[in-house]
């Protein structure tokens, strides 16, 4: 499989910006993980799953489970909707805002773990949404490579959460199948 060189730079950048940080970002993000347990008869409980499908395992287009992560992650844009610098890569245990309707200031921190090809934003003190994650993972779906978003936590407004989860996922999805088509050069 051709590898394209703009994942080679990406994932060189990332071990060595991770190897820098790991420590400290590593032992955030196990104290988020740690934290997120939630009550699930709490009154602001949510909980949704949303699979987007993106190509077949077997298509000639040929991208792989790691191409998909990879381009993930190159961009926050891509991880959540943000409003500001979208383009930016998503580091390990780093802090960035996303927007969630006309609010722009809900911060996140992120925590990659590629050996499952996972992403967790959790959500900070000050977000719309708080206490809660968002993990987006890529998987295999019945012979095609997909995005499984999962959300859990006790933030305001749970139902519209739930509500509007697809919408948000899928655009979201498609921007990175869209960006992977593009670097193919299709």
């Not at 060189?12 to 988020?32: E, G, N, R, T």
């Not at 298509?59 to 909707?81: C, E, H, N, T, W």
């Not at 519209?160 to 193919?184: P, R, T, V, Y």
């Amino acid at each position: 499989m051709k590898i394209l060189p703009l994942y080679f730079k990406l994932g060189l950048a990332l071990l060595v910006c991770c190897s820098i940080q790991s420590a400290k970002a590593q032992s955030i993000c196990d104290s988020l993980q740690e934290a997120a347990i939630y009550d699930t008869n709490a009154k602001r409980y949510h909980y949704y799953e949303v699979t987007t499908d993106l190509i077949g395992l077997d298509d000639p287009i040929a991208i792989s489970k790691k191409d998909i992560f990879l381009r993930m992650i190159s961009q926050r844009g891509f991880v959540a909707p943000v409003s500001k610098k979208p383009e930016l890569p998503l580091i390990h245990g780093e802090p960035f805002d996303v927007k969630i309707a006309f609010l722009n200031r809900n911060p996140v921190i992120a925590c990659i773990d590629s050996s499952r090809f996972t992403v967790i934003n959790y959500a900070l003190k000050g977000h719309f949404l708080y206490p809660g994650y968002v993990k987006r993972q890529v998987i295999e779906n019945g012979g095609k490579y997909a995005i499984q978003t999962t959300s859990e936590g006790l933030g305001r407004f749970p139902k519209m959460d739930e509500k509007k989860a697809s919408n948000i996922w899928e655009s979201q999805d498609q921007k990175i199948l869209n960006a992977l088509i593009n670097d193919k050069g299709l």
